[in-house]
């Protein structure tokens, strides 16, 4: 393949795995990073590091003109190594930021750059409490007195700006609490879990998918469904790298 990826957010647990799914692939890969210490590595994976803050506009808007993807992925996150528990309610904070003003930057500057897909991650656990497997179609937890309200307001500020961005196909994928190498847990944790490099690969799928949409991204459990990901983009949740591919 001959086009050009730009994933915001390469070097962190699912953006790492993505860009070895990608370049194996035969896409040109271009990732994102704040720290150029982390360039040399992703570079070593075949991509090209693009060392850029998505809170600087500027600099973002000029990259993705120089690169002209056709298309974007936003793996990003601020969160602390571990997920210390001592360190969260700050991150919080920064990832609600990050969600709402970084994600306008990157959807505005693919726009500028005339990308036509946008892929970008997001979260299957802030659902309003009600009838379970949550689907895609149910209602989040903004409810003013939810200690969740932060998380869910931030996550539909940017599903809306996935969604809403014109010229591009959106889609936004729910994940469930990651898992596997590069994350806070080496086995599953949580309601609605699913593996790291499962996870990539439904970002992989999401760029190939025509009409976009939201789709949960998460192993059969009670609590999620992702029936909708495994029937439109066929995804498989015990998907892994394939053999060989450099994590």
């Not at 795995?17 to 570079?43: C, F, I, N, P, Q």
């Not at 803050?53 to 973002?60: M, P, Q």
């Not at 009600?130 to 903004?142: Q, W, Y």
């Not at 590069?182 to 879990?193: I, N």
């Amino acid at each position: 393949m001959s086009e050009r990826i730009f994933v915001a957010g390469a070097t962190g647990a699912v953006g790492s795995v993505l860009v070895a799914l990608l370049v194996e692939a035969g896409y040109t890969v271009y990732g994102s990073t704040r720290r150029t210490d982390r360039a040399r590595a992703l570079e070593a994976k075949g991509a090209h590091a693009v060392v850029v803050d998505v809170f600087d506009a500027a600099a973002l808007d000029a990259a993705l003109k120089r690169i002209a993807p056709w298309g974007v992925i936003h793996q990003l996150t601020d969160l602390p190594k571990d997920l210390d528990p001592k360190l969260m309610a700050e991150a919080v904070v920064r990832n609600a930021r990050l969600r709402i003003e970084g994600t306008r930057n990157l959807v505005a500057a693919a726009q500028a750059a005339g990308a036509r897909r946008l892929v970008a991650q997001s979260i299957a656990w802030v659902y309003a409490p009600g009838p379970r497997p949550f689907t895609e179609e149910m209602p989040l937890d903004r409810d003013p007195e939810s200690p969740r309200r932060l998380n869910a307001d931030a996550v539909a500020s940017l599903e809306r700006s996935v969604l809403g961005a014109q010229g591009m196909t959106g889609t936004v994928l729910r994940y469930g609490q990651l898992y596997g190498p590069g994350t806070s847990t080496a086995g599953p944790k949580g309601a609605s879990p699913v593996h790291v490099e499962a996870a990539a690969w439904a970002a992989v799928l999401a760029l190939l998918h025509r009409s976009g949409g939201i789709f949960n991204i998460a192993e059969d459990n009670a609590e999620v469904s992702s029936e909708k990901a495994k029937r439109e983009l066929g995804w498989n949740a015990t998907w892994r790298l394939p053999q060989g591919a450099a994590r």
